[in-house]
């Protein structure tokens, strides 16, 4: 075979120079281990994200939030807590699940800008809308609800969006459809939908089945003719909940509790 005997006339010529050339070493290398470099192993800790309304996005240490909680909750959309080793959930309109690495976003000081967060991840201004951002942390622990113009409803287990992929389907929807609220379950007990048209749906949580996130949901309410769902709101037990309609206050608690997949009622203000 041509390629083993080349193979041994290299290694031959090889031999020769190291007979030839060869001689021991002169230098003795006595610090090698201070010469090794270690990278300082990251520490685990709490940060605050906060993005504007602009979707400049940032951390800041727990305490420097505390010194300027504030401002911080009066000029950014998004404010919470979360580890500098997890990431970041971003849920859009198209019903995408973009997700970002905390430690990719810049950490520092509280007036810092921060960075755009399209340069950060997949999502794009242009072609969907941000409907919520949370920690995956937090996702772990909860339920979320998903509610579309189409009034297509349902709970999925947080657990399946602990996922390492920077953009996966949070939702599967229809054709035409796109999504209009996402929340984390806690301490809600009833759903509010609003309709373009004045229509408000208001019925318990629990007639919304839990689904996978690969599925469509459920219809919430029935709508009319070219009609969509404008806004969902939620109410708690105990807790009175106002919004303003059309320049009036409206209590929500005080709508008819109705149920799933029905019309609703038309409010007059």
Do not use: W
């Not at 309109?93 to 800008?113: A, C, E, N």
């Not at 939908?193 to 229509?199: E, H, K, M, P, V």
């Amino acid at each position: 075979d041509r390629r083993d005997s080349m193979a041994q006339v290299i290694m031959n010529e090889l031999d020769g120079f190291k007979k030839e050339y060869s001689h021991p070493r002169k230098t003795v290398i006595e610090n090698g281990q201070e010469a090794v470099y270690k990278e300082k192993e990251l520490e685990e800790m709490d940060v605050v994200f906060l993005m504007d309304r602009f979707g400049y996005a940032k951390t800041v240490d727990v305490s420097t939030y505390e010194r300027n909680k504030e401002a911080a909750d009066a000029e950014n959309k998004y404010v919470f807590t979360c580890k500098n080793t997890g990431r970041i959930c971003l849920f859009t309109s198209t019903g995408q699940m973009h997700t970002i690495k905390v430690l990719d976003l810049p950490y520092g000081k509280f007036r810092d800008k921060g960075t755009p967060i399209d340069n950060v991840s997949n999502f794009s201004q242009k072609n969907e809308e941000i409907i919520y951002i949370t920690s995956q942390k937090e996702l772990n622990l909860c339920r979320v609800i998903f509610a579309t113009a189409q009034s297509m409803l349902k709970v999925v287990d947080g657990g399946e969006f602990d996922v390492t992929k920077r953009t996966v389907a949070a939702t599967k929807l229809a054709e035409g459809d796109c999504v209009v609220n996402v929340a984390v379950l806690t301490d809600q007990r009833n759903i509010v939908l609003q309709t373009r048209g004045g229509f408000f749906l208001r019925f318990s949580i629990d007639e919304i089945p839990e689904k996978k996130k690969g599925a469509i949901g459920v219809r919430g309410m029935k709508l009319a003719d070219k009609d969509v769902v404008e806004n969902v709101y939620y109410t708690k037990n105990a807790v009175e909940t106002t919004i303003e309609y059309k320049g009036k206050e409206l209590i929500l608690n005080n709508l008819k509790l109705g149920k799933r997949d029905s019309k609703g009622t038309k409010v007059r203000v």
